[in-house]
């Protein structure tokens, strides 16, 4: 026992003091029945699906997970405290179903949350409380992965109904400690069962700093409220995911929820775009439509089998992409992120519904050439890249790109930075002191709205025309509730320069608060020579606030 503490130990501390055990070197991927099955899974449901996954050839691409979402247990514990397998949806019992998928040379992925019932249940039991005994089970029955949900985070249903009407199996404003003491119970117990079960935290990024203490306890950590079968969730998780890249690494991955591709909400590009997001977020890839054969129409099927795609998510550095430059009006971001070899991944997205030709630079991907410019999914190297070029992309579609043969450009040098500290403000935009944090200025600018304003004179751009601005900005409205209906996570502003039209930029969510800033890089028009010129800030829709405004800086 205190040899294996010790073994513990060492891999702890081989990542990093404060990371979880690398239990998956590369996000897991695989099959989950909740996205096409609801709360309602059995076991002809998951052996046909388990055997289509491996008929269809998605194991041999590395599917290799087949997980069992809510619903699947009873209302009651056996006699030893364990929870038991619905009879009736599991006639064989759970046990067996796990030899079954073993024998498909596959994982067998298991489902329970840190509350007192599952998910979409009155009834049915979770682990709150029970954590040492459930954990114990999940290794005795092959269990390889645990995916840990987060409703019914107590059981005073009557009272929080009464006080809060609201539902108390999801409770978004539910206390949460940090770390979250529920979701480290578990991490615990996982820790002293004998097999390695891949731990899977999906507790949607209720509170604050997630991806600070989610790491230290997980394997992978879901970053938001549920995806749904529709386009606009492609949008919210995308810009939910943004911050999460100070905190994904080798063994610990931002969850963005399983995927939609087949599930017939979208269309093949949007599933495309859906697919390639995820994959150079590092998402953990988890199909979540139907593997039956023949139930999922074959150009779904294709985007899943993407090998191209698939290697992208699955390289060995682990990291993250970056959002780099975001063109609302225009509608259009470009991401991009490091590959192994050398290699970047560039990810061009066209948010609007139409065709359009979108310019693209290397230099703000660091880039000044590559000698290899492969587009991923039209298959098709596009030979080498050293000067603005222009890609003709679908409405909702995404040019992936990976370059390789890179010669490397500097980062754009900060030319001046100008402190929300020296901003004159009108209307009820505030100045707001935050301590230590709003870095780098430790103040920011608050209450932001149409009719509030904050403008920067004599500010100098380092010469006339467009320029490369980065703005530092503060968005925590992570839109729990709020995103089922048309809540989203984004805020407007409303940018001049020189009193010229008002550019509109979506900003996307900055850390893991109110108080942690994120720079989103846009480009600004209009700018005279010398310290001339006056950039005015403002909101950017009808009676929303505008992200809080730390300060920005000209590159150049
Ligand atoms: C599993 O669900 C399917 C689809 O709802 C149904 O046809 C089948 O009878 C169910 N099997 C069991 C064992 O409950
Ligand atoms: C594209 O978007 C515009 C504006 O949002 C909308 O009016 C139009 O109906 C959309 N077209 C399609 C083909 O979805
Ligand atoms: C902007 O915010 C102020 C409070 O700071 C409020 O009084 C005003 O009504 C808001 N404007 C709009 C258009 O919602
Ligand atoms: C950046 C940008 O243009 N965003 C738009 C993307 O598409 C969604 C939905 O399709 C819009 O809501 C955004 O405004």
């Known amino acids: 026992m205190r040899l294996l503490n010790l073994f513990h130990l060492c891999i702890i501390f081989s990542n990093g003091a404060f990371s979880a055990k690398v239990r998956t070197k590369t996000p897991p991927m695989g099959w989950n029945s909740y996205n096409h099955y609801g709360c309602n899974p059995n076991e002809t449901i998951?052996?046909?699906?388990?055997?289509?996954?491996?008929?269809?050839?998605?194991?041999?691409?590395?599917?290799d997970q087949i997980t069992v979402d809510c619903g699947w247990a009873t209302s009651y514990r056996d006699s030893q405290n364990r929870l038991v397998w619905d009879p009736q949806k599991f006639p064989s019992g759970g046990p067996t179903l796990g030899s079954y998928v073993h024998g498909l040379n596959l994982k067998f992925g298991l489902y329970s949350g840190a509350g007192v019932k599952q998910c979409g249940s009155e009834t049915i039991k979770a682990s709150l409380g029970y954590e040492t005994v459930d954990a114990a089970a999940f290794a005795e029955w092959g269990g390889d992965s645990l995916k840990y949900d987060n409703c019914w985070p107590d059981d005073k249903d009557t009272f929080l109904v009464l006080a809060n009407l609201q539902s108390?199996?999801?409770?978004?404003?539910?206390?949460?400690?940090?770390?979250?003491?529920?979701?480290r119970t578990m991490s615990d117990a996982l820790e002293k069962v004998s097999r390695s079960i891949v731990y899977q935290v999906c507790q949607w990024g209720v509170g604050e700093n997630l991806g600070t203490w989610a790491r230290q306890i997980s394997n992978s950590w879901r970053i938001s409220n549920d995806i749904e079968n529709k386009w606009k969730s492609i949008w919210r998780i995308a810009n939910q995911v943004v911050p999460f890249y100070k905190h994904t690494g080798v063994g610990m991955y931002a969850d963005m929820d399983m995927l939609m591709v087949g599930n017939s909400g979208l269309n093949i590009e949007e599933e495309k775009t859906h697919f390639g997001l995820w994959a150079i977020n590092k998402s953990p890839l988890v199909i979540g439509c139907s593997l039956v054969p023949g139930a999922t129409r074959k150009e779904s099927i294709t985007i899943l089998k993407n090998k191209e795609v698939i290697a992208i998510n699955q390289d060995s550095l682990g990291k993250q992409a970056q959002l780099v430059l975001?063109?609302?009006?225009?509608?259009?971001?470009?991401?991009?992120?490091?590959?192994?070899?050398?290699?970047?991944?560039?990810?061009?997205?066209?948010?609007?519904?139409?065709?359009?030709?979108?310019?693209?630079?290397p230099i703000p991907v660091g880039v000044s050439s590559a000698s290899g410019v492969r587009d991923v999914y039209a298959a098709t190297d596009l030979g080498s890249l050293a000067a603005p070029t222009t890609y003709n992309i679908p409405g909702h579609g995404i040019k992936l790109l990976v370059l390789s043969g890179?010669?490397?450009?500097?980062?754009p040098k900060e030319l001046f930075y100008y402190k929300a500290t020296t901003?004159?403000?009108?209307?009820?935009?505030?100045?707001?002191?935050?301590?230590?944090?709003?870095?780098?200025?430790?103040?920011k600018i608050g209450n932001i709205n149409t009719s509030a304003r904050a403008s920067f004179s004599n500010v100098d751009a380092g010469g006339s025309g467009k320029k490369l601005v980065s703005v530092d900005f503060i968005n925590y409205e992570v839109a729990l509730g709020s995103a089922w209906a048309d809540g989203t996570n984004t805020r407007e502003m409303l940018i001049s320069v020189n009193s010229g039209a008002a550019k509109r930029f979506s900003f996307p969510i900055s850390g893991g608060n109110w108080f942690e800033t994120g720079r989103l890089n846009i480009v600004?028009?209009?700018f005279v020579a010398g310290a001339k010129n006056t950039i005015t800030f403002t909101g950017g829709k009808g009676s929303t606030w505008a992200p809080d405004l730390v300060g920005f800086a000209i590159l150049g």
């Not at 699906?49 to 008929?55: E, H």
């Open 46 to 63: 998951i052996k046909t699906n388990a055997k289509g996954l491996v008929d269809q050839g998605l194991l041999e691409l590395g599917y």
């Open 168 to 183: 108390p199996m999801v409770q978004y404003n539910y206390p949460e400690n940090d770390p979250s003491t529920r979701f």
């Open 326 to 361: 975001r063109y609302t009006e225009e509608e259009y971001d470009i991401w991009a992120g490091e590959l192994s070899s050398g290699r970047k991944v560039v990810a061009v997205v066209n948010w609007s519904n139409a065709t359009k030709n979108i310019p693209f630079e």
């Open 406 to 411: 890179i010669s490397a450009a500097p980062a």
């Open 423 to 443: 901003a004159s403000l009108t209307g009820g935009a505030q100045l707001v002191s935050c301590g230590t944090d709003c870095a780098p200025v430790n103040s």
């Open 524 to 526: 600004l028009d209009g």
